[in-house]
């Protein structure tokens, strides 16, 4: 069980790739896309009464916990486990809510679109996850790292990327004149077998050696 020194240690380190802070639960659907970036990466947790300045705000720990309720059990498919923590700073009380990194991915979380997608955790956002990145994501599920065929396209990849920083999957297209479908299937094979490394961003996503 955490304290009130616990608490403070978290919060001094701001919001990252494993923790988030909320005034308030405002929407279970809203939120329901950072537990399922928590759940689809590394698991986390999320301040409930705590500013975006690291101030508390202090808050009705049963209306927020329904709402985050609701968020894991129908706006994530599958339900993600939440665990809850309460923790008392004064006369003010603030919900500390854990998201376990599930064995069962990807999560997906509905979105304002009534569409189902999947998110992921970078640094202090939670980002839509691409096509390759749920294969990837699938592929780890299923353990399999399957021995990797260096074809001409893989060699020509691992070349280019030892010359420049990185590429783009349109660039992979473009340099080898191959469908998206095939590019993705290469980087993927690529990705879980620890050869190169894929970068999301809010703007774009690129790969590089690993």
Not at 93 to 102: D, G, N, R
Not at 115 to 130: E, T
Not at 140 to 156: A, D, P
Request: proline share 3%; net charge positive.
């Amino acid at each position: 069980m955490s304290n009130a020194r616990q608490l403070y240690a978290w919060i001094e380190e701001g919001e990252h790739d494993r923790q988030d802070f909320k005034e308030t639960i405002s929407s279970s659907k809203k939120i329901a896309k950072t537990i399922g970036s928590f759940a689809n990466t590394r698991g986390g947790r999320i301040l409930v009464g705590v500013r975006d300045n690291k101030a508390i705000r202090g808050i009705k720990v049963d209306e927020e916990q329904h709402m985050l309720d609701a968020a894991a059990s129908f706006f994530c498919k599958p339900a993600v486990p939440l665990q809850y923590e309460r923790i008392e700073i004064g006369m003010k009380q603030v919900l500390v809510a854990h998201v376990p990194e599930v064995p069962q991915k990807p999560i997906y979380s509905l979105g304002d679109d009534e569409q189902w997608w999947a998110y992921i955790r970078v640094a202090d956002k939670s980002l839509l996850a691409s096509k390759t990145v749920l294969d990837v994501i699938r592929r780890e599920q299923k353990g399999s790292n399957s021995l990797i065929e260096m074809g001409s396209k893989e060699t020509g990849l691992l070349k280019y990327l030892g010359e420049n920083e990185r590429i783009t999957l349109k660039q992979f297209c473009k340099l080898m004149n191959i469908s998206p479908w095939r590019a993705r299937k290469i980087l993927v094979n690529l990705i879980t077998a620890g050869v190169i490394r894929v970068h999301t961003t809010e703007k774009a996503e690129f790969y590089t050696l690993s």
